[in-house]
Each structure stands twice: as structure tokens, then as C-alpha cells.
């Protein structure tokens, strides 16, 4: 069955360090993956996905994901974390052969001054 | 210009109560999704449509009805109202192929008193 699993519930980080999110997926065929992030009391919101070709992938916010089919991870990472990016961040799994996506469990991230 | 609206936005009811959610879509997708989003913040797919017609009606009690009158709307409807139907209730809408994700509404948060 298709799985995602996101180990870290919760994260701090100091404001200005680097990120990692870690997502790792279970799936038969190739997938399509997402990092969805999602403020306070707000819907969720595409930061990035991957179908196929170039395995590191750019989004908005600065974020990035590499995708290593060898470990069936993609890792979302940011070099310089803002405080405004406080958040719940879920990792999804999806494929052509799949209407819907199946979400991670999500992991917050605080940032600290 | 709200790509995926849904309204309303807060919602407090008493048991027994029947209620409804209602989501509607100006990106000309063709699909709709409802997810649930429990107090762990778990994200669970309930139903999906295509074109409206239902293409995924996971395991939800049969209180729970969605309705598409068009491709652009998906209404979802709730009978006898429990006290663990209390989350957040996400509408999200795609294209067919889940490559392109989803864009999401900014949910209900349903509380049963």
C-alpha cells in the first residue's frame, strides 16, 4: 500500500540556520511528490513537486526537495530559515495512475530568534 | 480573485444537528476532493469527484454526503452531527492527473458542542 512517512513531528530551528524535512514515501510506481506547507489556520499551500528529469527541484519561498529514488526520500531543505516560516509542512505522494495524493502525517516547524 | 472558496468558513453546531459545507472552484479543474483534517492535523481523504461523478468515497460514515452539481462545485452534507466529526474540512480541486496537485480552500472548522 502507498505510504508517506514524515519522522519529525516537530522541529526548531533558530532563525537564519538551515532546514531539513525529512519524507520518505512507499509507492509500486513512479510517483509524484509534493511539500505542501500550511500557516496557522490557513488552507494548504504548493511549495514544490517533482514528476521526473533533475532530481533537485526549486520552489517559492527558497525552498528546495531532492529526490533519491534509492532511499525513497524527498527532503524538503531551506539554506536560511525566516520566522515567517513557522509551519505545518506535509509531504504527499501521488501518481498518474492515482487521482488522489496521500499525505504525510506533516511536521511543524518553530523557528526561534 | 478566491481560486477555491469555501464557506463557511467557521461552523458551530450542536449533535443531531444536519449541516452542510459548501466549496466552489473558478480554475476550471475537473476535479474535487474532500479531505478531513483531524486535531493531529492528519490530513484523510473522504471523497473525490470527476466531471462530478464520484471516483473515490473512502471509508465515511453514510452521514456524510458529498453533492456536485457541476464540475465547479462540491458541496458536502452532514447528518446527525457527532461529536468526533468535529475537525477542519478541506476542499481541494485538480486537474485529472494529480501531477499538477492540488489547490486547496482555506477549510471549515466544524465544531459539535
Redesign the interface.
Known amino acids: 500500500a502507498q505510504s508517506v512517512t514524515q519522522p519529525d513531528i516537530h522541529i526548531t530551528v533558530s532563525e537564519g540556520a538551515s532546514l531539513e524535512l525529512r519524507c520518505n514515501y512507499s509507492y509500486g510506481a513512479t510517483p509524484?511528490l509534493?511539500w505542501?506547507v500550511?500557516s496557522p489556520?490557513?488552507?494548504?499551500?504548493?511549495l514544490l513537486?517533482y514528476?521526473s528529469g533533475d532530481t533537485l527541484v526549486q520552489g517559492i519561498k527558497g525552498f528546495e526537495a531532492e529526490f533519491k529514488r534509492s532511499q525513497s526520500s524527498f527532503n524538503l531543505r531551506k539554506p536560511s530559515v525566516h520566522w515567517s516560516d513557522a509551519a505545518?509542512y506535509?509531504c504527499a505522494v501521488?501518481?498518474?495512475s492515482?487521482?488522489?495524493?496521500?499525505?504525510g502525517?506533516?511536521t511543524?516547524l518553530s523557528v526561534k530568534p | 480573485d478566491t481560486a477555491?472558496s469555501q464557506t463557511p468558513k467557521y461552523l458551530v453546531t450542536q449533535m443531531g444537528n444536519d449541516k452542510s459545507i459548501k466549496c466552489e472552484q473558478n480554475l476550471g479543474h475537473d476535479?474535487m476532493?474532500w479531505y478531513k483534517q483531524d486535531s493531529?492535523?492528519?490530513?484523510k481523504?473522504m471523497f473525490?469527484y470527476?466531471n462530478k461523478e464520484l471516483?473515490?468515497n473512502e471509508t465515511v460514515p453514510n452521514r456524510f454526503s458529498p453533492k456536485s452539481p457541476d464540475k465547479a462545485h462540491l458541496n458536502l452534507h452532514i447528518n446527525s452531527l457527532e461529536l468526533g466529526d468535529s475537525a477542519v474540512y478541506?476542499c481541494?480541486s485538480?486537474q485529472?492527473?494529480?501531477?499538477y496537485?492540488?489547490?486547496?480552500?482555506?477549510?471549515t472548522r466544524l465544531t459539535v458542542v
Do not use: C, P
Request: glycine share 16%.
Open positions: 509524484y509534493f505542501y500550511q489556520g490557513q488552507g494548504l499551500q504548493l513537486k514528476f505545518e506535509f501521488g501518481a498518474r492515482q487521482g488522489n495524493l496521500i499525505f502525517k506533516g511543524k | 477555491v476535479t476532493y493531529k492535523k492528519f490530513l481523504i473525490s470527476n471516483i473515490i478541506f481541494a485538480s485529472t492527473d494529480s501531477y496537485g492540488y489547490t486547496f480552500g482555506s477549510g
